[in-house]
T-cell receptor, first 113, second 112 residues
Framework: GEQVEQRPPHLSVREGDSAIIICTYTDSATAYFSWYKQEAGAGLQLLMSVLSNVDRKEEQGLTVLLNKKDKRLSLNLTAAHPGDSAVYFC????????????FGSGTKLTVEP | EAAVTQSPRNKVAVTGGKVTLSCNQTNNHNNMYWYRQDTGHGLRLIHY???????EKGDIPDGYKASRPSQENFSLILELATPSQTSVYFCASGGGGSYEQYFGPGTRLTVL
């Protein structure tokens, strides 16, 4: 089955800096890519998702990059602020069953004032 | 208003007992999902459903059953709970022409 590796497991940045989280996957049939944010004691909040025909997507200070050749997905938080402190997960699914999401193991991001 | 709700939010059970976790969604989504989250792992899919009356096995279905009696409700059943099933369980809904999934707040289950 699909294997998703996420790094780093912990990331600490200062307010205003960028934070980059990377996921790699193994299956070339992977076709749907998403990022979730989990605040302490809460459920997962969908941040952004892309299909495999999209290489780059930007929304509200977040940038998702997809490199299909290297099977790599990244999330870039530009100008991070303390409210971005949370655990971030990538999640992918394969054709044809988009219902089955495979998650990375998470990155705990701390943004210091 | 929260669109995916779970009950109970916390549960302590004894080994060998039966546990039922409930999920309700008001998104009118066809698909619903049960995941568990353990330290060092992302979420792992246990069971999912395409609609009322349907259940499908996910990646880690052993020791769990699921029930989807209606569009809105999806239950996860542990017939004989074991300490290895101590975890945080999340329900999600999705569908409606999108691949996105929307999660509930989670249920923390402890099996003693």
């Amino acid at each position: 089955g699909e294997q998703v590796e996420q790094r780093p497991p912990h990331l600490s940045v200062r307010e205003g800096d960028s934070a980059i989280i990377i996921c790699t996957y193994t299956d070339s049939a992977t076709a749907y890519f998403s990022w979730y944010k989990q605040e302490a004691g809460a459920g997962l909040q969908l941040l952004m998702s892309v299909l495999s025909n999209v290489d780059r997507k930007e929304e509200q200070g977040l940038t998702v990059l997809l490199n299909k050749k290297d099977k790599r997905l990244s999330l870039n938080l530009t100008a991070a602020h303390p409210g971005d402190s949370a655990v971030y997960f990538c999640a992918v699914s394969l054709m044809p069953n988009y219902n089955v999401l495979y998650f990375g193991s998470g990155t705990k991001l701390t943004v210091e004032p | 208003e929260a669109a995916v709700t779970q009950s109970p939010r916390n549960k302590v059970a004894v080994t060998g007992g039966k546990v039922t976790l409930s999920c309700n969604q008001t998104n009118n989504h066809n698909n619903m999902y049960w995941y568990r989250q353990d330290t060092g792992h992302g979420l792992r899919l246990i069971h999912y459903s395409y609609g009322a009356g349907s259940t499908e096995k996910g990646d880690i279905p052993d020791g769990y059953k699921a029930s989807r009696p209606s569009q809105e409700n999806f239950s996860l059943i542990l017939e004989l709970a074991t300490p290895s099933q101590t975890s945080v369980y999340f329900c999600a809904s999705g569908g409606g022409g999108s691949y996105e999934q929307y999660f509930g707040p989670g249920t923390r289950l402890t099996v003693l």
